[in-house]
């Protein structure tokens, strides 16, 4: 029996034909359903992986707009300085001797958010330097009364014109606190490290040193003898004790 004629018989009959397409149609969309699941498939698995990606970031950013609200809600509290604040200054004469004392804390504030100082300024009075060391011979020419008399004049800190120096605390990171240190009406950039910091009820208590060069200041005398170099260093430590204003 010859197969292929019986298949063009069969072609032949109307019904078959029909048949046969319909069944050759539900193939194909069979085949075209399965596609359509593996692409679907294929998408949502990489929304899943970018969705979980996108998570971690966005929880870090969180976190961290979550800390910085906690530190900014801290409230300031500022501190006035009290009379037994005062700043201790030493300089010298290198190889030699040197020279060292006090002056008056006229007025000073700090700026405190939880355990952190975040600003400040502190008002010398220079009119009243007072020397502390044993280096004078303690005669017309060689007195701490005469050192003081100096100080005060154009030589160093012509303090006839400027009464007062100033620091302000323009930024803190960790123990270093930079602000502008204004001397003889020239203000420059300085750097103190605080060396203690604490708190105790309504005070708080900071020591911080610092060291300047007065040439950067006009301050510029030079000994008169030719041994006697007066180094340009001065070392500044401010000793604050101050209230809750």
Not at 94 to 115: F, S
Not at 189 to 215: C, L, N, P, S, Y
Request: hydrophobic content about 40%; some cysteine; proline content about 2%.
């Amino acid at each position: 029996m010859n197969l292929d004629n019986i298949n063009n018989q069969a072609f032949e009959k109307p019904i078959l034909k029909l048949m046969y397409v319909h069944l050759l149609y539900i193939f194909v969309q069979i085949k075209f359903i399965r596609m359509t699941f593996k692409a679907l498939a294929a998408v949502a698995a990489s929304s899943v992986i970018m969705a979980s990606c996108g998570e971690a970031p966005k929880e870090a950013a969180a976190d961290t707009e979550s800390a910085a609200n906690e530190i900014s809600t801290e409230a300031v509290v500022t501190y006035k300085a009290e009379d037994k604040s005062k700043v201790n200054w030493s300089g010298e004469v290198a190889g030699v001797y040197g020279h060292e004392g006090y002056v008056h804390l006229d007025d000073g504030t700090l700026e405190v958010q939880g355990d952190k100082i975040i600003g400040g300024t502190f008002v010398v009075d220079m009119t009243n330097i007072v020397p502390t060391d044993s280096s004078y011979e303690y005669n017309e020419q060689s007195h701490p009364d005469i050192l003081a008399s100096h100080l005060a004049t154009e030589d160093f800190f012509h303090t006839g014109e400027y009464p007062t120096s100033t620091f302000v605390i323009t930024n803190v990171e960790g123990n270093t606190v930079t602000g502008n240190l204004t001397v003889r009406g020239n203000t420059n950039e300085e750097t103190m490290m605080i060396e203690e910091f604490k708190t105790e009820g309504d005070e708080v208590m900071m020591t911080g040193k610092m060291v300047f060069d007065r040439q950067n200041y006009n301050v510029s005398w030079v000994h008169f003898m030719k041994d006697m170099i007066l180094s340009d260093d001065i070392s500044i430590t401010y000793s604050l004790v101050a209230k809750k204003s």
